[in-house]
């Protein structure tokens, strides 16, 4: 590692090859500028690397004068002194909902920190993610002050190979309609903000939970090169990526967050580059399959939680109209669709009593709502329900725990109390013993979230003075709830509760509705997702439904049957449903524990997994072709539930169909000719 200084900047030249410029002003940093991978450009150096930090109170750091520069082992540590001015408006609000702002000395110079400290430790990486070789570098922030407590740090960066954005391609998957966008020309934009529409009544969302909305990490490319931007470890990080019109550049803002304090410190950010890899669409699919499984396992270990793979999923709609034979009625339906688990919206408010109801009513209720879940497990399907659901009123006091109506009032729903056990123990305690009674009875299977509004609002408790609402007290307290939220997914998990995950440690929802033109080509992204099924999309488009079902549960992605038991006498299953689509549903429980890690087969073949044994692959099938695989191998048709016959070691499989592969000695499908994957 070489540090050489400039008049104007620093030049750090990492061993791996990567080299950092590190920009002075007047004696201040100036933020980072240019970073090379050898000669290669990774990024635009019109728009420096820099942090923004601001108090609450209405203070913000203006200037970062340079203190020491230190050398490490594989490492330069910046140590900055913060110049602080007076910014005017604050964070906190008046009571009347309007902004509070600091009306000191308006003119006032910006004024040294003295005993405050901005570290930035930069240091070279390397490292192996899904197989894939990478070198780069990490840089990380520490923050302390004695007179200005902040609660986050702002990281703006932007980053572009090449040095510009045209060239690259961006893939990000979330609750937007653009997981894939590649930079064509400088008029084209994308923005990961999400927008709920005209008619609700939040419109839109700037900066969403990288971890639990988000995929975790990015996923860029141009024609050369793989850039891979991840934090080391998850924690509270809320994120925008966005590409303005008229802009060479690619927007990182990172909203780096914490309990208020004077002492600040977050996971270092890694950079990442991979070349010499193959660049067509199945390669960089398969490679974005390989960093998101990996990465994403990563979060969840170290955040405490599980993760599962995809089940055969769906939703019982319409409860509590029906009366309780008909919902029974749909569990039988969609248990012979080939269904293992049952989502029921709204299952414990439909089932339970009226308003101030006898004791006596409240255990009629409560059997009915258990009889409804043993109905399901009778049938080998698990039963999921919303944890807002599950916490209602009357269900918590028909559990008998104690301080129900301190912590959940009986006007309220049981939001209420999820939302309360996140910033208080007793309501905490509450929650828990109330979850692990209904895990022993009713015996509910599943924890789910609302909507995926639940991840994104409430990502912080204010809290003024004498613990009210902080309208406009300089001694508040702002507490990040990402760790309480992550603690109680994770104890749920211990419970015995399954409990999907979505982006790498949010609780996932019922199902989403992406639609086809965001799903067709793009399943591999959306894996382990339960989804609603577009069908009147996927006709409109001129596909097959069929081939459209198939190719989702060969990505791992849930295509929820629906049963609506308020439809007409005895309820019905979706308009969509075939009964073809059994197969499908029956075949993907049958090798779902082979289906670990993927490979996406060129001329849009098929998908072909394996799992822990690397003997038995999983293929499905989308274009016939000839595999030889060798004299010992063995071929499974799962759908004909019968056996192939290999014809001189070798054998052609039919479109959609599933096969079980052994004993092939590690035979793999020819290399197709580079077709694009999807349709």
């Known amino acids: 590692m070489r540090l050489k200084e400039y008049e104007k900047h620093y030049r750090l030249s990492f061993a791996n090859g990567v080299s950092v410029e590190i920009l002075k002003e007047d004696g201040a940093f100036g933020g980072l500028g240019q970073v090379k991978l050898q000669r290669r450009k990774l990024r635009n150096n019109e728009v420096p690397i820099m942090p923004l930090v601001r108090a609450p109170d209405g203070y913000e750091v203006t200037r970062l004068q340079f203190h020491h520069v230190r050398k490490g082992e594989g490492c330069v540590a910046l140590d900055l002194i913060p110049h602080v001015r007076r910014g005017g408006r604050m964070e906190w609000v008046c009571c009347d909902g309007e902004d509070r702002w600091n009306v000191g000395p308006w003119g006032q110079a910006p004024e040294r920190d003295r005993g405050g400290l901005m570290r930035l430790t930069l240091r070279s990486v390397e490292r192996t993610i899904g197989g894939i070789p990478f070198v780069g570098f990490s840089y990380a922030y520490k923050f302390r002050s004695r007179r200005y407590h902040v609660y986050r740090i702002h990281d703006r960066a932007t980053w572009e190979l090449g040095g510009r954005a045209t060239g690259n391609s961006f893939w990000m998957q979330g609750p937007f309609g653009q997981p894939h966008k590649t930079v064509q020309n400088k008029d084209d934009s994308f923005s990961t903000s ?32 793989l850039l891979v931007t991840a934090f080391e470890e998850p ?59 990996e990465l994403q396992r990563q979060y969840a270990e170290q955040g405490g939680l599980l993760r599962e793979p995809a089940v055969v999923s769906s939703r019982l709609t319409g409860a509590g109209e029906p009366c309780l034979e008909t919902m029974e009625r749909g569990l039988d339906e969609l248990a012979r669709a080939g269904c293992h688990r049952v989502y029921v919206p709204g299952l414990i408010q439909a089932l339970g009593p009226g308003p101030d109801a006898s004791t006596k009513a409240l255990r009629q209720a409560g059997r009915r709502v258990s009889m409804l879940v043993e109905h399901a497990h009778q049938r080998g399907m698990e039963v999921a329900a919303s944890l807002a659901d599950c916490c209602a009123h009357w269900l918590v006091q028909a559990n008998g725990a104690e301080g129900t109506q301190q912590a959940i009032p009986a006007d309220e729903g049981g939001r209420q109390l999820v939302t309360r056990a996140l910033r208080d123990a007793d309501a905490r305690r509450l929650l828990t013993d109330h979850l692990r009674g209904l895990k022993r009875s009713p015996g509910l299977d599943v924890l789910v979230a609302d909507s995926p509004l639940d991840r994104i609002v409430n990502q912080f408790e ?120 059994v197969e499908i549903n029956k075949a993907f429980h049958a090798v779902r524990e082979h289906m670990e890690s993927s490979r996406l087969l060129g001329d849009d073949r098929g998908a072909l997994w394996h799992g822990a044994d690397l003997d038995v692959r999983v293929l499905w099938c989308y274009r016939s072709f000839r595999w030889d695989l060798g004299p010992q191998a063995s071929v499974f048709d799962i759908m004909a539930t019968r056996q192939v016959g290999l014809e001189g070691g070798g054998f052609a499989p039919q479109p959609l169909r599933v096969y079980l592969v052994q004993d092939a000695a590690g035979a793999e499908p020819a290399d197709g000719a580079g077709a694009k994957p999807g349709r």
């Open 194 to 225: 999400w927008c709920r529409g005209p008619s609700q009544a939040v419109e839109i969302q700037q900066f969403l939970p990288l971890f639990e909305v988000l995929q975790g990490f990015t996923f860029q490319f141009d024609r050369n090169t």
């Open 235 to 293: 924690f509270h990080c809320r994120s925008l990526f966005q590409k303005s019109a008229g802009e060479n550049h690619i927007v990182h803002w990172h909203q780096l967050c914490a309990d208020l304090g004077g002492c600040l410190e977050f996971p270092p950010l890694q950079v990442l580059c991979a070349a010499g890899l193959g660049d067509g669409p199945t390669d960089r699919a398969d490679q974005y399959c390989a960093v998101r499984d």
């Open 462 to 581: 204010w809290v003024g003075p004498e613990g009210g609402s902080a309208s406009g007290n300089d001694g508040g307290r702002i507490v990040s709830l990402y760790g309480p939220r992550t603690s109680l997914v994770a104890s749920l998990q211990k419970m015995g509760y399954r409990c999907p995950l979505a982006g790498a440690a949010g609780l996932a929802c019922g199902w989403l509705r992406p639609g086809y033109e965001v799903l067709k080509g793009r399943e591999f992204m959306f894996r382990d997702c339960v989804v609603e099924f577009p069908e009147d999309e996927v006709t409109r488009a001129g596909d097959d439904p069929l081939e459209a079902y198939f190719r989702g549960y060969a990505n791992r992605v849930s295509y929820a049957v629906v049963f609506d038991a308020a439809w007409g006498p005895g309820g019905r299953l979706a308009k969509w449903w075939k009964s073809e689509y």
